[in-house]
C-alpha cells in the first residue's frame, strides 16, 4: 500500500485528520440548566417520514442541556400494527428533565379500522385542553431560570412538543384557530414545537419562525412494510 491509498490510514490517523483533531467529547452529568435563547415556534409536517422523531431528536438534546421538555402526544393510542409502549417513552423515562403523556385513543381517527370517531375526537379535545394548561403553567414559571428536571410539567417547561397535533387539524379534531390561540397564549420563552399534518400548514405561515416539510421520495409503507419497532416506534 502507498501512502496515497485510503487504506494505508489507520481509523485514529483519520480522525485526526478531522475539524475535531480526533477529539471525541466526553458526556457531562445532566444538571438543571436555563436555556439562553429559547422562545420560538416550530411545525413539522409533510408525508415523509421523519416529523416525530425530528422533534423528539431536538427534546433529547435540549434534555440533555438540563432543559425541562414535555411531549404531549396527539392521536397516538396505538394501533394493531403498534405497541402501546413505544421506544420513545422507555428512553424518556431514563433520561432526566424530559415527560412524556399520551392522549390518544386506540387506532387511528379516519382509518376505518373500527375505532370509536368519537371517542378520537373526545381524546384530542381533552389533548387541547391539556396544552391549554401547560402553556398557562409555563407562563406562570421563571423560563429564565433552571427549572426542577424531576417537578410536573405544571411546574412548568422551557420546551413543549405538541406531537401529531397538526394531524388533528386535518382530521377536524381541532380548529386552526386554536392553535393559534396557543401559539399567541405562549410565554415569550417557551419553546414551541408542533407536529403533524400531510397538508402544508399556510395558517401557521405567520405565527411560526420554522416551518420545515418532510417530503417523502421512497417510503417502505408502499412496498406493504408495516410499521417496525425501533424505527417507527
Given amino acids: 500500500m502507498t501512502d496515497d491509498d485510503p487504506a494505508a490510514t489507520t481509523p485514529s490517523e483519520t480522525r485526526r485528520g478531522t475539524p475535531g483533531g480526533g477529539v471525541r467529547p466526553s458526556a457531562d452529568d445532566i444538571e438543571s440548566a ?3 435563547e429559547f422562545g420560538l415556534v416550530q411545525a413539522w409536517w ?4 421523519g416529523k416525530t422523531t425530528a422533534a423528539l431528536g431536538m427534546a433529547f438534546r435540549a434534555a440533555g442541556h438540563g432543559y425541562r421538555v414535555h411531549l404531549l402526544q ?3 393510542g396505538g394501533a394493531d400494527s403498534v405497541e402501546s409502549v413505544r421506544g420513545e417513552y422507555n428512553a424518556i423515562a431514563a433520561v432526566p428533565g424530559i415527560s412524556y403523556e399520551n392522549t390518544g385513543h386506540y387506532g387511528w381517527h379516519g382509518m376505518l379500522d373500527g375505532s370509536d370517531e368519537d371517542e378520537h375526537r373526545a381524546k384530542a379535545r381533552g389533548a387541547l385542553a391539556r396544552a391549554e394548561d401547560l402553556i398557562e403553567a409555563a407562563t406562570d414559571a421563571d ?11 405544571e411546574a412548568g417547561v422551557h420546551m413543549l412538543v405538541l406531537d401529531e397535533i397538526l394531524y388533528a387539524v386535518d382530521q377536524g379534531l381541532v380548529d386552526e384557530s386554536a392553535v393559534l390561540d396557543l401559539i399567541d397564549a405562549k410565554p415569550e420563552d417557551l419553546e414551541l414545537v408542533l407536529t403533524g399534518s400531510h397538508t402544508e400548514p ?17 417510503h417502505p409503507f408502499d412496498a406493504g412494510t408495516r410499521a417496525r419497532k425501533g424505527t417507527e416506534y
Avoid at 143 to 153: G, K
Fill in 74 to 76: 396527539f392521536l397516538k
Fill in 34 to 36: 436555563a436555556p439562553e
Fill in 143 to 153: 423560563l429564565t431560570a433552571p427549572l426542577d428536571l424531576d417537578a410536573d410539567p
Fill in 46 to 49: 409533510g408525508d415523509g417520514k
Fill in 202 to 218: 399556510t395558517y401557521l405561515l405567520d405565527s411560526a419562525d420554522l416551518v420545515s416539510e418532510v417530503r417523502k421520495l421512497k
